[in-house]
C-alpha cells in the first residue's frame, strides 16, 4: 500500500510539474503573442508616419501661419453654382479672367454640363475699362444679380458705399467671397475682414497694413481663408485660389483635372504657404533704391522723394508719395518690421 501511495504520490508530482511547464509554456505562448501584436502595431504607426510624412497636425495649430479653413463646400443638389465677379474701372484683367477660367473649365464625371453659371456685376450697366483697356459691358448691376454663392473681388477701383453695402448684405449668404491682388482693400473696406487674417499683392502690403490695422495681413500667403471668406496674393494667385474652391465643392481630382485641362502647372491652390519669396521685402539702399510703398525699383534722378527724420525716402509715382507723406510715421511703423524699408542718406 505504500508503495501504491508513494508511486500515487509521484504521479501527483509529475502531473503537477507537467502541468507547471504546461501553464508555463501557455503564458510564454501568450506573451509572446501579446507582445508580437503591440510589435505589430508599432510598425504599422511608424509606416503611417512615414507615409504621411510626419504627424498629422490639427488644422488649427498653427494660425500664426496661414489661416486655411478646410470645410468642404456642398454643391446645390440642382442648377449651377452662381459666381459673381464685381468689377469697376481699373479691374485687373487676369485677377478675375483667371478665376473666371478655372470655373467654366471645371467637368463632373458624368455630367455634361458646367457646374458653375458666371456672370460679372457693377455697380451700373455702363460698360467698364479694364486696366489694360479691355471693355466689359457688365452682366448685371447690384440691384438686379441673382444672389451668389461665390464673390470674386479683383483689383479695381475705389468701391463706393453701394458696392460695399453689396457685398456685406450677399456675404451672409456666400460659400465663399474671394479677394485677388489688391481686390483685398476693396474687401477689408468692407469691415468683414476685421479681426481676421489677409494677404494681398506683395507690393501693396504697406499700404495695406497702415489703411487696415484691424486685419492680420499674411506675408507670404498664396491665400488665407477665414469662414466664408478668402484673399488671394497678387495677380495669378487668384487661379490658385479659385482651384481651391473647386476642390472645396467637388475634391482634388476634380481640381487637379481642371489645372490639367488647362495646362496649368502650379500648385500654389494645394500649398497656401507657397508665396514665401515675398515674405519679406528687399532692402532699400542709396545704391539701389527701391518704392518705399510698392517696393518697386526706382531711378532716384527723377523719382518722387520725400526727405523724413534725416531720410531720403523714393516712390513711383507722386500717388505713392502722397499715401506716405500723409503719415510717414504711422507708414513707417506699419511696413519696416517687415520689409526693411530704409531710407537713403540725402
Known sequence: MMIVVIAATNLSSENRIMNARTMNRIELVYRLT????????????????????????????NRNEVTTDTTSLRPPDK???????????????????GPWEVFQD??????????????TVAETKKPIRTSGGMQIVPDCTIQNAPPPKVIVIPAQSAPSPAVLEWIRKSSKTTDVTMSVCTGAFV?????????????????????????????????????????????????????????RVVERYYGR??????????????????????????????????????CTVCGMDVDPK???????????YYFCSEDD?????AAPDKFITAVAPQSAVSGSSN
Not at 467637368?107 to 457646374?115: A, F, H, L, Q
Not at 489677409?198 to 481663408?225: C, I, N, S, W
Request: a neutral charge.
Open 187 to 243: 474687401l477689408a473696406k468692407t469691415g468683414l475682414l476685421n479681426g481676421k487674417s489677409a494677404t494681398t499683392y506683395h507690393g501693396a502690403f504697406g499700404r495695406f497694413a497702415m489703411q487696415f490695422p484691424d486685419v492680420q495681413l499674411k506675408r507670404g500667403a498664396r491665400f488665407v481663408e477665414n469662414g466664408n471668406l478668402a484673399t488671394a496674393g497678387g495677380l495669378s494667385s487668384g487661379i490658385d485660389l479659385a482651384l
Open 253 to 290: 481630382e476634380v481640381a487637379q483635372k481642371t489645372a490639367y485641362n488647362m495646362e496649368y502647372q502650379g500648385e500654389g491652390w494645394m500649398n497656401p504657404d507657397s508665396n514665401q519669396t515675398y515674405a519679406t521685402s528687399l532692402m532699400s539702399t542709396a545704391e539701389h533704391p527701391l
Open 34 to 61: 501579446r507582445f508580437g501584436f503591440l510589435l505589430a502595431l508599432g510598425v504599422l504607426a511608424l509606416s503611417a508616419l512615414f507615409v504621411t510624412g510626419g504627424p498629422v497636425k490639427d488644422d488649427h495649430s
Open 106 to 119: 471645371v467637368m463632373i464625371p458624368g455630367s455634361e454640363e458646367i457646374p458653375f453659371r458666371l456672370y
Open 302 to 312: 527723377i523719382a518722387p522723394k520725400s526727405v523724413f527724420k534725416g531720410a531720403t
Open 321 to 325: 508719395k502722397k499715401t506716405f507723406d
Open 79 to 97: 442648377g449651377k453654382i452662381p459666381v459673381a465677379f464685381l468689377i469697376s474701372d481699373g479691374a485687373v484683367v487676369i485677377d478675375f479672367c
